[in-house]
């Protein structure tokens, strides 16, 4: 689960400390932002806020940067990121398909995650897998070619152990 920022000052002196060893790189901002999501799990206002005032930028910077690149979120995210691939091969090879049937087994939409804290949905373009189409990609695990929604509730069990 996501940690929550609120009154959590080790997690933001963890995040003061990245600021401090990469504010004088020569594009220190993705890199810091990347570090701060894997410190709290996602990108929040007052998250935001805070590196805007450690670095001394406007925060709208921040939001621009956090809003362009797909790979950050403001929201909190599950456990598992289940990415599915829409680039052209697979979508045609029947990607929306697959979102609408992982959309049904999750019971969330795309964008959103499972109540339980385990999954969020979301799509990426081509992960150079296409022979698969259509893929999905969780973690480091690289799915193609799932014939059937057994199958799929199948691969999706493996992640609830
Ligand atoms: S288009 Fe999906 S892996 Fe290439």
Known sequence: MANT???????????????????????????????????FGYLPREVQEFIAEEMKIPVGRIYGVVTFYNFFSMEPRGKHIVNVCTGTACYVKGAPRLIQQLEEILQIKMGETTEDGLFTLTSVRCVGACSLAPVFVIGEDTYGRIETRDQLIKVLEEYRK
């Open 5 to 39: 920022p609120k009154n959590n000052g080790a997690l933001y002196k963890q995040l003061k400390k990245v600021i401090e060893s990469k504010k004088d790189l020569r594009e220190p901002l993705i890199e810091i932002l990347r570090e701060a999501q894997e410190i």
